[in-house]
């Protein structure tokens, strides 16, 4: 019997139970096209129709007469799937007891065939030339980090605390002094003829990234990889990534899978921002995806931020990441403002800080931070103090402007005629500032002076050096030419009430990100808080503050400390999973499992668990994610239908809520 060319291919389906390698016949008419990498398309006799996939590799020819069905189509003669990028999305799936197919799904691009044949047609890149004054450049910006390029060289994971301050480029548009940090590392890297990552949370830390790096690697070798991009020119730039010559790809999460050729850095900004959490199945933090990616391709791995995250600091505990400590430690001046004797308990901005804004005023621009957008956020009964909920849907109600209507911020009914379920009260007041009535009362106590709001229906990019207020919810402040000539940092003692385990860390984020807006020397007030939050804001120490909190969470063990698994479903369906990960790791002990407990229309459970058990408690809660999928899979003709067993799990969850 003649031997069958085979190919090994993972289809691209949702479906858990066909996460695997299926074996296809290869005919003739497809012998020359059939390569590993390329996108195909393959019958699926299960359910009798024609299915996208990936050939993932090509299997020893076959001489055995076991029935194979053939190959359909090859859609694309591109081999967008490398074995490195196939290597490390079965690594994060199994990692995280998910698919691969989810993680290529967010990793490779749609394709735009006419994107695609003008790739095809074009002269593949050139190795760039980094000049020779960009070389001496990123030498002398790395400077500030003794130990910095050697580490490059080497390979190494670092943490980084990146310099506080803001910084021009040679156009005068206002930049991080992050930004000019990595870019210079990047430059380092493509210089010797490998490529970088980085990493960001949003299009604006993007945007700044870009700018620092355009005057120093061409054009050509500068990828960015953004979802905001439109999909022709995100798929045009994932096929610059498959090219030979090295380059610098710039991006989100995605940007961590990004197939470069000999890779030499994986940085990742701000880790701790959600936005670089994917929520997507199987849900891998950017994190991760890049520590996994710096193990299997080498090259080195930096992660660099404000503050340290809890995560972070593990890694540097355990010895797995080395702290990288600048030569001169810069810090912004913080000053914990608070109500002075004779001053209102309830004076929202105190003389201090009030002080400082109005002499600063006299330079430049000055930032105010708030927690929440809009006018009125919250409104309570003016009578019993109620929060003032809608009656159809019982969302909380909010005033859009002065003298309004209140409204739901769930359903958006205009709750006229309201009335306090519990006092019958008619009159509503106004429980929070938001970032436009705060611009409004400073607008009144500064008349004269130009008042910029800067959130999420405002977005501002940037301010010039010219008096201005800047009223800014958290994430959403502009940066400012020569930085803001004082920070004053509101509403933190609500920021801190928030139901979360991590906010403590978001909220010392949130300020120290803001503080690093400030000019050299300018004074960021943190209003109204105390505690060892404040103290490591006004200490500049985040790291210390991250060990503090690792300390507190290890006899709790909450996570970091331990892994974390949510496992989500029908009754059934979580309790035969958790025998079932009893049964194959016995080392859990009594304590492991919190719940089930009702969540929705069924369950959850939390699985808590040490590293070294990650492999086995994935393995074995994604065979019970398999198992429940076929048991409530459609049956056939005839026969009665099965009760439906579904079952969700994700592995480090970002939240406990149960």
């Known amino acids: 019997m003649t031997a069958r060319r085979v190919a090994r291919v993972l289809i691209d389906s949702p479906l858990p139970q066909l996460d695997r390698l ?125 130990g910095f390029v050697p580490a490059l060289d080497d390979g190494e994971r670092l943490a980084i605390d990146a310099p506080p301050s803001p910084a021009l480029l040679a156009d005068g548009s206002p930049v991080g002094s992050w930004a000019l940090m990595l870019a210079a590392a990047a430059v380092h890297v493509l210089a010797q003829g490998r490529s970088a990552i980085i990493a960001v949370p949003d299009h604006r830390d993007l945007a700044q990234l870009e700018s620092a790096l355009a005057p120093h690697v061409p054009a050509a070798a500068l990828v960015r990889d953004d979802s905001k991009r439109s999909a022709p020119a995100r798929y045009a730039a994932y096929l610059r990534t498959l090219s030979d010559a090295p380059c610098v790809v710039i991006g989100n999460r995605s940007a961590a899978y990004a197939p470069v050729a000999n890779l030499g850095l994986v940085a990742l ?196 050096d010219k008096p201005a207020l800047v009223v800014a919810t958290r994430g959403a402040e502009p940066l400012a030419t020569g930085g803001y000539r004082t920070v004053i940092l509101l509403d933190g003692d609500r920021m801190l009430l928030a139901d979360d385990l991590r906010i403590g860390e978001s909220c010392l984020r949130w300020w120290s990100n803001a503080a690093a807006l400030a000019a050299p020397g300018a004074p960021v007030h943190l209003v109204g808080v105390t505690g060892q939050v404040a103290r490591a804001l006004a200490t500049w120490t985040q790291a210390g503050y991250a060990r503090a909190e690792l300390s507190d969470r290890t006899p709790l063990r909450m996570p970091p400390t331990v892994r974390v698994a949510a496992v989500d479903g029908t009754r059934p369906a979580v309790d035969a999973a958790l025998a079932d990960l009893r049964r194959a790791v016995p080392e859990l002990d009594a304590e492991a499992v919190l719940g089930p407990l009702p969540r929705g229309e069924g369950v959850r459970a939390l699985v808590r668990f040490e590293y070294a058990l990650g492999t086995r408690v994935a393995v074995s809660l994604r065979a019970a994610v398999v198992a429940a999928a076929v048991k409530s899979r459609r049956p056939a003709k005839g026969r009665p239908a099965a009760p439906a067993n579904t079952l969700r799990v994700r592995v480090d969850v970002p939240d406990l809520d149960l």
């Open 269 to 464: 900004w701000d880790d701790g921002d959600p936005l670089l959490s994917e929520p997507l199945s199987p849900g891998v933090h950017t994190r991760d995806a890049a520590l996994l990616r710096q193990e299997l391709d080498g090259g080195a791995l930096v992660f660099a931020g404000h503050t340290r995250t809890s995560d972070v600091e593990r890694l540097v505990a355990v010895g797995w990441v080395r702290d990288l400590p600048a030569a001169r430690r810069r810090s912004p001046r913080v000053v914990l403002s608070a109500t002075r004797e004779g001053e209102s308990r309830g004076a929202r901005v105190p003389s201090s800080a009030f002080a400082a804004a109005r002499e600063a005023l006299a330079t430049g621009p000055v930032l105010v931070q708030v927690s929440r957008p809009g006018y009125a956020p919250v409104l309570v009964c003016a009578e019993c103090r109620n929060p003032a909920r809608c009656a159809h849907c019982g969302g909380p109600l909010h005033a859009s402007r002065q003298g309004a209507l209140p409204a739901c911020t769930w359903c958006g009914r205009v709750a006229a005629g309201w009335t306090c379920p519990e006092c019958s009260s008619t009159r509503v007041r106004m429980a929070s500032s938001g970032s436009e009535r705060t611009a409004d009362e400073l607008g009144r106590a500064f008349p004269g002076v130009r008042v910029i709001v800067a959130d999420g229906d405002h977005p501002v990019a940037q301010v010039d």
């Open 22 to 146: 299926f074996d296809y016949a290869i005919p003739e008419s497809l012998a020359d096209e059939a390569v590993a990498g390329v996108r195909v398309r393959v019958p699926l006799r299960s359910a009798g129709r024609m299915v996208d996939g990936f050939l993932v590799e090509l299997g020893e020819p076959d001489a055995s007469d076991r029935p194979l069905s053939e190959l359909d189509a090859v859609v694309s003669p591109v081999p967008v799937l490398t074995p490195g990028l196939y290597r490390l999305a079965r690594r994060a799936a199994d990692r995280a007891a998910g698919s691969a197919g989810d993680i290529l799904r967010l990793a490779i691009p749609r394709r735009m065939v006419r994107a695609e044949k003008a790739w095809l047609n074009a002269e593949p890149p050139s190795p760039p030339e980094v000049p020779a004054e960009s070389r001496a450049w990123a030498q002398e910006t790395l400077a500030s980090y003794p």
